[in-house]
């Protein structure tokens, strides 16, 4: 029996439903987040309700716990769901009302789900590395914010799976932003460079984390944007996200990246990554 967290009940999924007049449901009103389990312990949770309380107040919604309680219900759900390795999806939409386009009174309070599913560390495609492909980034102008509304990120995925890829680089007028599910990095000489943190982009946490590694271990980074150029022709390429850790990529539009081979500087951060996954929650 797989368990969800309907409004801070514990239910069987098969027992949980939500109302047809869910503003998630049919506005996409919320905002989610998406956490990492490694041997049943979540990976960089505080970091993740971080954000999440961010981009719950970016759009005016109250999230009705605190932090605290937050992570102990996530916590639970997990011990509840025996999960070991996999992620924790968890959203708040603005709650249920008649469709109307303003925001509702304070008496509707926002729908709270969150579930669990077993995912296994990507382990071949770490090793070997993946392919992408570019296209235009038709999103909206607050992609800092993790809202339920993912169309763009969607059309573009599509597109990159029906191409054979793992992930669609995304570029506004030639400069590249962020992949469709994952933050992108460069390497060229040395030098790591991604996209400044704005509201081009979602901050993602894999990216906090590889920008912290980079700082205590000396590794060269830059937050600056980099044009589609740049990206066909840099040394290194990899994404990084709560599911794909430090993720090579080997081929662009069809094109071999570092020989077709994970680089090095992309590898020592595939270390130094599971390093802190294992400083959180053991050996993995
Ligand atoms: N996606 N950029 C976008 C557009 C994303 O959707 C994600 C994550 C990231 C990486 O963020 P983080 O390191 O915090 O996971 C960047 C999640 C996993 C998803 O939607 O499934």
């Not at 990159?160 to 599910?181: F, K, N, Q």
């Not at 400044?196 to 920008?211: C, D, E, K, T």
């Given at each position: ?20 007049e869910?503003r ?6 919320g905002?989610y ?13 505080n970091?993740h ?31 509840k ?12 939409t603005?709650?249920i009302?008649?469709?109307?386009h ?17 995912v296994?560390r990507p382990?071949a ?8 492909m ?18 763009g ?25 962020e ?8 390497v060229?000489?040395g ?8 509201n081009?982009i979602?901050?993602?946490i894999?990216r ?9 271990e000396?590794?060269?980074?830059v937050?600056?944007?980099?044009s589609?150029?740049?990206l ?11 599911t ?6 080997v ?5 071999m990246?570092?020989?077709g081979r ?14 802190e ?8």
């Amino acid at each position: 029996m797989l368990y969800v967290n309907l409004n801070g009940e514990l239910l069987d999924r098969n027992n949980a439903s939500i109302d047809i007049e869910d503003r998630g449901y049919q506005f996409g009103d919320g905002v989610y987040e998406v956490i990492r389990v490694y041997n049943g312990k979540l990976f960089t949770g505080n970091e993740h309700l971080n954000r999440l309380w961010s981009s719950a107040a970016s759009i005016g919604i109250t999230i009705p716990y605190t932090k605290q309680e937050l992570q102990q219900q996530l916590i639970e759900l997990v011990e509840k769901n025996r999960l070991m390795t996999g992620t924790i999806y968890l959203q708040f939409t603005r709650g249920i009302s008649p469709r109307k386009h303003p925001f509702p009174g304070d008496d509707v309070t926002p729908t709270f789900v969150a579930y669990t599913k077993e995912v296994g560390r990507p382990t071949a495609k770490l090793e070997n590395g993946v392919k992408a492909m570019v296209t235009e980034d038709i999103r909206w102008l607050r992609c800092d914010i993790k809202s339920l509304n993912l169309l763009g990120n969607l059309l573009a995925n599509q597109k990159a799976a029906e191409a054979g890829c793992d992930e669609a680089v995304l570029h506004r007028d030639g400069i590249v932003t962020e992949g469709s599910h994952s933050n992108i990095s460069i390497v060229k000489d040395g030098i790591i460079q991604t996209h400044p943190a704005n509201n081009f982009i979602l901050n993602g946490i894999s990216r906090q984390v590889m920008l912290e590694i980079c700082n205590r271990e000396g590794i060269q980074v830059v937050e600056e944007p980099f044009s589609l150029e740049a990206l066909a022709q840099a040394d290194e390429i990899f994404l990084t996200g709560t599911t794909v850790e430090v993720m090579p990529v080997v081929e662009l539009e069809a094109k071999m990246i570092a020989g077709g081979r994970p680089g090095t500087i992309t590898q020592r951060l595939q270390t130094l990554f599971k390093a802190e996954i294992e400083k959180q929650c053991g050996a993995v």
